[in-house]
Every structure is written in C-alpha cells, then in structure tokens.
C-alpha cells in the first residue's frame, strides 16, 4: 500500500513570492492534515481538510492555506513569502480523523532566501 | 491551553542499556496519545496509539505504557537502529467534536552507541 506523497521534496523561494505544495494521501484516507515543522517550535498543526472542507486551522496567518480535491488529495498555498516560513512542511492522513493515527509524508523542505 | 512536554531532550545510551523516555501531558480531555518515531530528513512514522489510563502497546524493543498524566516509552536493549528523534502527540475531545489535530511535543533524540 503507497504511503503518503509529497511534492516536491525540497523548494527554494525568495520573500514575497508565493509557493504551492502537493500532497497524496493514503488511498481510501479522507482526512489530509498539514504540518509546520521547525527546530524551535517543533510540529504546529497548520490545518484539516475532509471531504473538501477545512475541518479545523491552527493559529497561522491568512497566508496560508489549502484546499482538497475530491480524490482528497490537497494542496498547501503560502503568499508572500517570509523568512520565517523556512521549515519542513508535512502532510498527513487518516481515515477520517477521529482516534486514529495519522501517516505521514517525508515532507516538503522550503527554504526562502 | 493543551501541552505535552518530552523528557529528556536527548538521551545517550550504549547498545543493550535499557531506559525510559516521558511524555507528559495537561489537556482538557484525552481522546488519544500517539507515539512516532522520526529518521533525519524523513516524516514522522507511527508507533503506538494509546487511549485510556492503564493501557500498554509493544512493538519488538518498544513499549509504551500511558497514565493519566503521562505516558512513557520504554526501549529495551536497544540497538543502534533505534537511534531516532522519538515524538509523542495527543489528540483532544473538543471543538465541536471534529477537532482531530494532534499537539506535538519537542521530541526526545536518541542516540544508541554500539
């Protein structure tokens, strides 16, 4: 059974610009959540999708967001770029949320010069 | 304000040296604590799920045990192979009742020496 894919694996952005990542989840797996990983604040919950609607978001600006298609694959936009937003972003899946662990992807690696 | 906090931050031991990492955790209402293991440049991959006070999972070297206010993980004899950041995660009863994020603590680093 696939596990979770993201794409791509590594990007490079400057400050203002704006970015997209990709994110397969597991087949049958309804659920997408998306993470923000950095060595000062570890994993912060970003936002989750099922079934197309964003479910519940974590405390991150406006800039972000994301969106499920009905193959329940989703996407993560950031505009205008920070440097802040320097981190590995991942994406996870589960059946459909509730009490059940969630697999991840190996992440997207964004740096932003 | 949910918390879980990882002790210690990182531990080193020697190959065969048994130990204990702790997961402690301040939240509203428990609806699953979840144990990952993360590899240098790869996502988290699961463990262990645990749900209510008393309950134990093992998995070869590893068991976790969990509390009403802690959970721990216990790795005998280890091997370097078990060298990893290990991640504990809680997921709560709130927010309507479709709130499935997980709050993650910093990790522990372990370093096995053959």
């Known amino acids: 059974k696939a596990g979770v894919t993201q794409t791509p694996r590594y990007l490079i952005k400057t400050r203002g610009q704006q970015v997209t990542l990709s994110c397969s989840p597991i087949?049958?797996?309804?659920?997408v959540s998306w993470y923000q990983q950095t060595p000062g604040q570890g994993l912060q919950f970003l936002f989750e999708?099922?079934?197309?609607?964003?479910?519940n978001k974590g405390n991150f600006p406006g800039r972000f967001s994301g969106r499920q298609f009905s193959n329940s694959r989703s996407e993560m936009n950031v505009s205008t770029l920070e440097l802040g937003d320097s981190a590995l972003y991942l994406c996870?899946?589960?059946?459909?949320?509730?009490?059940?662990?969630?697999?991840f992807g190996d992440g997207t690696r964004l740096s932003i010069l | 304000e949910d918390q879980v906090t990882q002790s210690p931050e990182a531990l080193r031991l020697q190959e065969g040296e048994s130990s204990s990492l702790n997961c402690s955790y301040t939240?509203?209402?428990?609806?699953?604590l979840f144990w990952y293991r993360q590899d240098p440049g790869k996502g988290p991959e699961f463990l262990f799920t645990?749900?209510?006070a008393g309950e134990e999972k093992e998995k070869e070297r590893l068991k976790a045990t969990l509390t009403k206010k802690e959970s721990f993980l216990h790795i005998t004899a280890p091997k370097p192979e078990d060298s990893a950041t290990y991640l504990c995660?809680?997921?709560?009863?709130?927010?309507?009742?479709?709130?499935?994020?997980?709050?993650f603590g910093k990790g522990t680093l372990l370093t096995v020496n053959p």
């Open positions: 996870a899946s589960s059946p459909d949320g509730a009490n059940q662990p969630q697999h």
């Open positions: 087949s049958g797996h309804r659920s």
């Open positions: 999708y099922f079934s197309e609607t964003q479910r």
């Open positions: 939240v509203s209402g428990l609806r699953g």
């Open positions: 645990l749900y209510s």
């Open positions: 995660a809680v997921q709560v009863v709130g927010g309507g009742g479709s709130n499935y994020k997980l709050t």
